[in-house]
């Protein structure tokens, strides 16, 4: 998917609209809202670095939040200049228009070198319904548009694509790096070539499993989606594990589909079952691990693999070359249903001769809640935006850039 970069194109004293992905989560603390995790941030500084270093004049803009068309002092993107400002070591300015006149004047004063940031996208009803006059209006602060915010690339909303009807459009670092890794890396991957899939309802994946099982040697499933599987291929019963009548002829197929294709697709063969489970309040009731290809009683439920099956999945992973996850193996957000993510996560950062990439999303949270986000190759920050592009999706936001 080879898109032109800001390497490509000449920038000094060029006015930049930057699209990133600034939608990090705020604290109210003593009246002001706080920064809690700058991740999203710091991801975006050697786009940043480097526009600032090639003399271009950058202006930022990005959502944050879903305040509904409507401002939002809580939503505001305006703690985010001080706190980018000391990541920069430059100062960054602050619009609270995201267009407009007052807008205008600002980008228009900008010197070389110089970084102005708008107010939240999303403060404007237009932007979700990628409105033109909107677009408009952001392409008018600029001369060049440069889209960074792969998390948002899967939405055609003003900001993400609308803008590059207007403006020269091209990719970011991150978003280079993202589709280098996601797409490209995937297209020819280094074999074997092991894809861990989680999450919970098979529907959700299945798009990704068919595009995947035509690429893939072995294909491990966990989390909520494996015990349909477990189910058709195991024979067993699972209690009242997550499960759908209209879920097996999707896994049915899946299952021919990788028999007719020769690769290996391994599920789970014991799991951590209990009898109560209450999402909200993170709490479970009794817990305890079914035996290998045991059923799952009446009245008990799978919240995660067990031993059996991670020793399986880790001796899988240890043979890759290549390894891509996406999505948990339980409920890894409940700490005693946590084992069987974090124990995977440990088996991928052990293979440290195979090309390792996390995803997006849970996966994403339960690599670094494990500590283990240095020991990978390459983490994605895009939910939503890695899934699509995994299933073969177009991207609104990289189909707008130019190509190479």
């Known amino acids: ?151 948002s690339a899967h939405r055609a909303h003003s900001s993400t694509a609308g803008v590059a009807d207007y403006l020269p459009a091209v990719s970011g670092l991150l978003m280079e790096k993202e589709l280098t890794y996601l797409h490209d890396e995937l297209e020819n991957p280094e074999r074997p070539f092991v894809v861990i899939l989680g999450g919970a309802k098979v529907n959700d994946k299945i798009e990704v499993i068919n595009r995947l099982l035509e690429k893939a040697d072995t294909i491990i499933i966990g989390g909520g989606m494996a015990y349909t599987f477990r189910k058709i291929v195991q024979g067993i019963t699972i209690g009242k594990s997550l499960y759908k009548p209209e879920w097996e002829p999707i896994a049915q197929a899946a299952i021919d589909k990788a028999k007719k294709l020769g690769v290996n697709l391994l599920i789970p063969v014991d799991a951590m079952i209990t009898d109560a489970f209450d999402f909200d309040a993170k709490k479970l009731g009794t817990t305890k691990y079914t035996g290998v290809n045991e059923n799952i009683p009446d009245g008990w439920e799978g919240v995660d693999i067990g031993p059996e099956s991670v020793k399986l999945f880790a001796a899988e992973i240890a043979k890759a070359k290549t390894v891509i996850w996406n999505g948990p193996m339980g409920v890894f957000e409940i700490k005693e249903s946590s084992k069987g993510s974090f124990d995977v996560a440990a088996a991928i950062a052990e293979n440290t001769s195979a090309k390792t990439i996390i995803g997006g999303g849970d996966s994403v949270k339960a690599v670094k809640k494990a500590k283990l986000a240095d020991k990978m190759t390459f983490i994605s920050t895009g939910g939503g935006a890695s899934l699509e592009l995994l299933e073969g999706k177009t991207l609104p936001g990289v189909a707008c850039l130019l190509d190479k």
Do not use: W, Y
Request: aromatic share 4%; charged share 25%; with cysteine.
């Open 1 to 151: 998917m080879p898109k032109q970069t800001i390497r490509d194109i000449e920038l000094a004293g060029k006015r930049v609209l930057v699209r990133v992905d600034f939608n990090v989560p705020l604290d109210e603390k003593d009246g002001q809202m706080i920064i809690t995790d700058a991740t999203r941030i710091q991801e975006t500084l050697p786009t940043l670095k480097f526009l600032i270093e090639k003399g271009a004049k950058v202006i930022l803009c990005s959502h944050l939040g879903r305040p509904k068309g409507q401002p939002d002092p809580k939503q505001s993107l305006a703690p985010v200049a001080p706190a980018l400002s000391a990541l920069l070591g430059c100062p960054v300015q602050f619009s609270p228009e995201t267009v407009g006149n007052s807008a205008k004047e600002k980008a228009l004063a900008l010197s070389n070198g110089g970084v102005l940031l708008l107010e939240n996208t999303r403060f404007h009803a237009g932007e979700e319904k990628n409105d033109p006059e909107l677009a408009k209006g952001l392409a008018d602060l600029a001369e060049v548009f440069v889209n960074d915010a792969f998390g």
